[in-house]
C-alpha cells in the first residue's frame, strides 16, 4: 500500500523525480513541475505521457514557495502544447490543479487554460477576469456557444494580487459536460466553493492546446506552478492533500545519486579499464 510521504517544497538545486508511492500519482494524465523545467524554452510533463510544451514569451521566476513559476505578461504569452494534443477526452472524469499568483487585478478575460477534448472538435477552457460576471473563474466548453460554468464565493482577481492559491476543477462525468452544475466541484486552497447553473460566454480562441493565452482573448496576468491533469475526479480528500503543507509536495521524490562500484585493477593501465567500465572513451 502507498505510504503517506511528507515532502519538502522543491528546491531549484535539488533534482527529483516522480514519487509513484504516492496516492497523488494514481490517475496522472500530465503533471508540469514548473521547477523541473526551470530556465528552459520547454515546459516538460514528468508524467511520461509525453505533454510537453513549448514556451512562447513567459519568463522563469525563482520562488521559494514553488522552486520556480512561469511568469506571464498579460499580453501574449503562453505554452503551447501542440495543435493535435488532447489531455482531457469526452466522457472522461477529469481533475485539473494548478497554483497561482495574480500580479494585477486587471484584464477582461484573461485565460488559464485552453484543452481541446479528444473526440470532438470543442475544447475546455478556464478563464479569470475583471468582469463582474467572471471575476472569480469561469470554465467550461467552448463551441459555437460558449457554454461556462461559474465559481462563485471564491477569491477574486483583485483580492488575489500577489497571494498563491491553489485552484481545482473536478469534472465528475467529462469536460464536454455543460448541463448540471452538480457533476463539477471547484476548489480554492482545498476548501469547496459553489459551482453557478451555466451561461453564455463570448468568444474564445483557437483549438490549440495552450496554457495561458487562447489566441483570442486577454493572456493571464500571474504567475502558475505545479500544473496538473488526473484522468479521474479526485475527492474533497485528496484535494485537500494537494493544498496541505504536509502532503503538497509528495509527488516530488528526491532523485538518487548512482554509484560506480568498480572491480579493483593492477597498477598501471588500470585506469583505462574502468573508464571503459562507465562508458567513457580512453
Known amino acids: 500500500m502507498p505510504r503517506l510521504l511528507t515532502r519538502a517544497a522543491p528546491v531549484l538545486d535539488q533534482a527529483f523525480e516522480l514519487n509513484r508511492d504516492s496516492m497523488q500519482a494514481r490517475g496522472l494524465r500530465a503533471w508540469w513541475p514548473t521547477v523541473a523545467s526551470r530556465g528552459a524554452g520547454t515546459l516538460r510533463d514528468l508524467s511520461n505521457r509525453g505533454y510537453a510544451g513549448t514556451l512562447t514569451g513567459p519568463l522563469w521566476t525563482p520562488d521559494p514557495l514553488t522552486?520556480?513559476?512561469?511568469?506571464?505578461?498579460?499580453?501574449?504569452?503562453?505554452v503551447n502544447l501542440g495543435d493535435s494534443t488532447t489531455v482531457v477526452t469526452t466522457g472522461q472524469p477529469f481533475t485539473l490543479a494548478w497554483w497561482e499568483r495574480v500580479k494585477a487585478g486587471s484584464g477582461v478575460y484573461p485565460s488559464r487554460f485552453r484543452l481541446p477534448i479528444s473526440g470532438g472538435t470543442e475544447a475546455f477552457a478556464v478563464l479569470r477576469s475583471s468582469d463582474a460576471a467572471y471575476e472569480r473563474l469561469a470554465f467550461g466548453k467552448a463551441n459555437s456557444t460558449n457554454t461556462v460554468f461559474r465559481l462563485m464565493g471564491a477569491p477574486t482577481l483583485a483580492a488575489s494580487v500577489d497571494i498563491w492559491y491553489l485552484w481545482t476543477l473536478v469534472g465528475r462525468v467529462g469536460p464536454e459536460d455543460v448541463g448540471t452544475a452538480a457533476n463539477w466541484a471547484a476548489y480554492v486552497n482545498g476548501a469547496s466553493?459553489?459551482?453557478?447553473?451555466?451561461?453564455?460566454?463570448?468568444?474564445?480562441?483557437?483549438?490549440?492546446?495552450?496554457?495561458?493565452?487562447?489566441?483570442?482573448?486577454?493572456?493571464?496576468?500571474?504567475?502558475?506552478?505545479?500544473?496538473?491533469?488526473?484522468?479521474?475526479?479526485?475527492?474533497?480528500?485528496?484535494?485537500?492533500?494537494?493544498w496541505a503543507p504536509q502532503t503538497r509536495w509528495e509527488l516530488y521524490r528526491p532523485a538518487k545519486r548512482r554509484t560506480w562500484i568498480l572491480p579493483a585493477g593492477a597498477a598501471g593501465g588500470a585506469l583505462p579499464a574502468r573508464r571503459a567500465l562507465l562508458g567513457v572513451g580512453v
Open 67 to 78: 522552486g520556480a513559476t512561469l511568469d506571464f505578461d498579460n499580453t501574449d504569452d503562453y
Open 193 to 242: 466553493y459553489t459551482v453557478e447553473a451555466n451561461t453564455t460566454f463570448g468568444s474564445f480562441g483557437n483549438t490549440i492546446a495552450r496554457i495561458g493565452y487562447d489566441g483570442a482573448d486577454n493572456a493571464a496576468n500571474c504567475q502558475m506552478a505545479d500544473i496538473r491533469i488526473y484522468d479521474r475526479p479526485l475527492s474533497a480528500a485528496e484535494v485537500w492533500q494537494l
